[in-house]
C-alpha cells in the first residue's frame, strides 16, 4: 500500500516555520529619482518573528552636483502588535556619521540616545514610525515618530489615499497609498524634490 507523502512534507515545512520564528515577509523595493535621474534605491521590509514585526529601511543614495555626496541611511524598529519596543537609525554621509538614535522601551517610558543626548518619551506610546509608514496606510493617525528628529511629527490627509508628513522646518513629505502600501514619497530637499518610487513588491 502506497502512503502519500503530503502529510510528511506538510509537517517538515509546519517545522521549519516554528523553528524559524518567521511565519511573514514582505518586501518592497523603492527607485530613488531627483528630476529624470535615478540616484539610489530604498530596501523595505517587514516581517514576523516570534510574534514580533520587524522592520527595516536601508537606502543608499548618490547626488553628483558640484562635489559627490554618497548618502547611506538605515532605520529598523521592532513592535509588539502596535507599540514600539526598540528602533535604531543611522545616516552616513561620505563616510561620516551625521545621525544616529537608538529608543528603547523600558516597561514605563521610551529611553532614547542620540550623537547630542539623552532623552525620555513620557506621553504616550510609539504607534507609528517613518518605517511602517511603507507598510500601512496611516488612516487615522495624527502623530508619526520621527526616529531621525527624535520627535513626533504631525501627519495628516492631503488627498485620496494621500498624507502630509510637517517636518520641524516647516517642509512637508507626502505618502502616496495603494493597496494599503506607499507606492511613492516625494521629499522636499533644500533646492529640490527627491522621489522614492515602488517598483518592486
Known sequence: M???KFPVIFIVVLLFLCLSGS???QKLTYQIFMGHDSIGLLLAEHKVIAGNHHYELKSNMTVDNVVTVEIQY???AIYDKDKMLNSFTEQNINGRIRVSSTVKWDGNMYLVQTLEKRDKIK???ITFNLATLYFKEPVG???VYSDTHGSFLN???SGPHQYELVLPDGKRNR???QFGICKEVEV???FSKVYFKLVKN
Request: no cysteine; net charge positive.
Open 74 to 76: 538605515i532605520l529598523t
Open 141 to 143: 493617525i495624527k502623530k
Open 2 to 4: 502506497v502512503r502519500s
Open 123 to 125: 506621553n504616550g506610546l
Open 188 to 190: 522636499n530637499q533644500l
Open 175 to 177: 505618502y502616496t497609498y
Open 23 to 25: 511565519l511573514f515577509s
Open 155 to 157: 501627519i495628516k490627509p
